[in-house]
């Protein structure tokens, strides 16, 4: 309908949109150095592009997740290429969107951080959020651009937290769904990001947590309780994987629903499912898998494994189904059907979204994470 109204539109001329915009966004990739610092590479590229394109006042706008000091950064490259002295403003607006769910939660967004110091930029950036109802914060941009990654490694730390009490609620047999429950309702702390599992992955969390170390160190900080969370979510994986093997009385058959590392999307990085694979084939046993949208991109990630065309065909002939991704249409599936078609009636529910109870009156030995 945008483009149908002349409001959106196409190029490949970087120049073109440049001159024709008065903001411009910067998304390109920021993803992990050898260090795990952001690599800013492309980040650069695009501002001598911008600095040499540019034919009056823009706005231009760090929306990529970049180290803090990167608005000044942007801003000395445009000024050191631009071939005449031109206005310009270098801001920073994080973006906090989801995979899956990104067009939602543009719209109706929690709140919208602008980190400048120009009114003027401040002005053009607030009437263009105007439309959209949510707090809007106006800060310097350093505190944005820390903004974003705090963000992120707050949650990220909820994550591995949870991962750590589903393993104390392993020992003591406790049941971490009932725990997560309890704390939820606790208004502080809330139910987001309270779900045990195989760890966190994505394009996010793992990739925010290893620069904000690298901000860290570089400013003379042992950030160790950062750094506990990334050790908890590199355990989690290989907790699994040892706690597979032990279900397992030799090399077996292992079938794996689920490779993308959320549901809803076919993105690989980082996605637990890359690790426990690769641990479980380090253990000596064959892996089958399937993903609904994912597989493509897995070939890239993951070697000598077969693809099966359905979880039905991932069930036959398996000594095990583990489940990594909970994608929507695993929890309905025919479970007796899938009882049929294993050797051996075992499910390993790494996201505990599944019944238990259900699953063990049809027949099934059931594991799940801190359960």
């Known amino acids: 309908q945008a483009v149908s109204l002349g409001r959106l539109q196409f190029s490949a001329d970087v120049s073109e949109g440049v001159v024709a915009s008065d903001v ?27 600095a040499q394109s540019m034919d009056r006042y823009k706005v231009v706008v760090d929306k990529s997740t970049m180290p803090v000091g990167s608005s000044k950064l942007v801003a000395k490259i445009i000024q050191e290429n631009q071939p005449s002295p031109l206005e310009y403003d270098v801001i920073s607006n994080p973006e906090f969107l989801r995979e899956g769910s990104a067009v939602e939660d543009f719209l109706n967004p929690d709140r919208i951080v602008i980190g400048t ?18 707090p809007l914060m106006i800060t310097d941009p ?29 020992a003591v047999d406790a049941d971490v769904k009932e725990v997560a429950l309890g704390m939820g309702y606790d208004r502080r702390i809330g139910f987001e990001f309270l779900r045990a599992g195989p760890g966190f992955g994505g394009s996010c ?7 904000m170390l690298s901000i860290a160190r570089g400013n003379g900080y042992d950030f160790q309780l950062l ?9 989690q994986q290989d907790i699994i994987v040892d706690s597979i093997n032990g279900l397992l009385n030799e090399k077996s058959r292992v079938g794996v629903l689920g490779l993308s590392f959320k549901p809803n999307t076919d993105d690989m ?14 253990k000596g046993h064959d892996i089958v898998a399937y993903d609904p949208v994912a597989v493509d991109n897995a070939k890239k990630y993951l070697q000598n494994i077969t693809y099966a ?8 002939g398996s000594d095990i189904i583990v489940l990594i991704t909970e994608w929507e249409e695993f929890k309905y599936l025919d479970w007796r059907k899938m009882k049929d078609l294993l050797n051996k009636p075992i499910v390993f529910d790494t996201r505990n979204c599944l019944d238990p109870q259900t699953l063990r009156r049809i027949g099934f030995t059931y594991q799940g994470i801190g359960r």
Not at 205 to 211: E, I, T
Not at 309 to 316: H, I, K, N, Q, S
């Open 269 to 282: 990085r980082d996605s637990p499912a890359i690790k426990v694979i690769a641990g479980l084939q380090k």
């Open 142 to 170: 350093a505190s944005a651009e820390m903004i974003k990654y705090a963000s992120n490694c707050f949650l990220a730390t909820k994550v591995s937290f949870i991962n750590a009490m589903a393993n104390i609620c392993e």
């Open 227 to 235: 750094q506990g969370v990334l050790d908890v979510n590199q355990a």
């Open 309 to 316: 065309a359905g979880p039905y065909e991932t069930a036959e």
């Open 205 to 211: 969390f793992p990739k925010d947590s290893r620069a």
């Open 24 to 50: 411009i966004f910067i998304t390109v990739g920021t993803p992990s150095d050898h260090n795990g610092a952001a690599d800013m590479s492309a980040v650069k590229a695009v501002a001598v592009t911008l």
């Open 117 to 134: 110091d120009s009114e003027r930029a401040a002005g053009i950036m607030s009437e263009l959020y105007s439309p959209i109802r949510a």
